[in-house]
């Protein structure tokens, strides 16, 4: 993983006060539900002490757990896998994710594409290194003044939203999307380690999230 990501990604080394979302970066996604209400599944124990012999139960096991996700949450899973294959003009590759009851996290990585490398990379939107909450239209719908700001993050997470919403209207399955996204662009090899750790071990630690509802 650590290889992979200094062979491969180049991430920007200084702290800018604007951002230009459709510049080669890698992204640390947050969407949430709308209320938070739990749509995607369950998180689920998958290691019971009483389903083990007697005779090899240690003196301390520690409960596994992992996220059961019910069919509304495996079209999200789905749709998030689609997300490369569906714009290969964004040169874009996903990371670590997971789907949650309640919320998605996912990384996702921009490289270097014919939207981002043109003339049309001298604008930049707003201050997006220290994490902040971005509404699907903040980036793209600045009238294309400054030429095609669809190809980039916004435009990205708003087809997946949209994809996951058509699904459950399509199915009568009362759903929707918290309006905003939430976002953070990582700087260094040791963040993503710990990003990718906390995507990974979300369902483990589910109960001591800051999204958990029971």
């Not at 999200?76 to 009851?101: A, F, G, H, I, S």
């Not at 998605?104 to 939107?125: P, V």
């Not at 009362?174 to 906390?198: C, G």
Request: with cysteine; proline share 4%.
């Amino acid at each position: 993983m650590t290889e992979l990501f200094k062979n491969k990604y180049r991430i920007p080394s200084t702290r800018l006060q604007t951002w230009n979302y459709a510049d080669n970066a890698m992204y640390f996604v947050t969407i949430c539900t709308a209320n938070r209400g739990c749509f995607f599944g369950n998180v689920v124990e998958t290691q019971c002490i009483a389903s083990l012999p007697a005779n090899k139960l240690p003196q301390f096991i520690e409960p596994e757990y992992k996220m059961e996700l019910n069919n509304l949450g495996k079209i999200t899973e789905m749709e998030w896998l689609k997300t490369k294959e569906l714009r290969p003009d964004m040169n874009l590759e996903l990371n670590e994710y997971v789907v949650m009851p309640n919320h998605f996290h996912a990384i996702i990585f921009i490289d270097d594409n014919r939207y981002n490398t043109s003339k049309y990379n001298n604008y930049r939107g707003r201050d997006a290194m220290h994490c902040v909450s971005t509404t699907d239209d903040d980036v793209s719908n600045q009238k294309n003044k400054f030429g095609p700001q669809a190809k980039n993050l916004a435009s990205v997470i708003r087809g997946f939203k949209s994809a996951v919403t058509t699904y459950a209207r399509k199915n009568n399955i009362p759903f929707d999307w918290q309006a905003r996204f939430h976002d953070h662009i990582i700087t260094s090899n040791k963040e993503y380690l710990r990003i990718a750790d906390y995507i990974v071990n979300n369902p483990k630690n589910w109960r001591d999230d800051r999204f958990y509802i029971k």
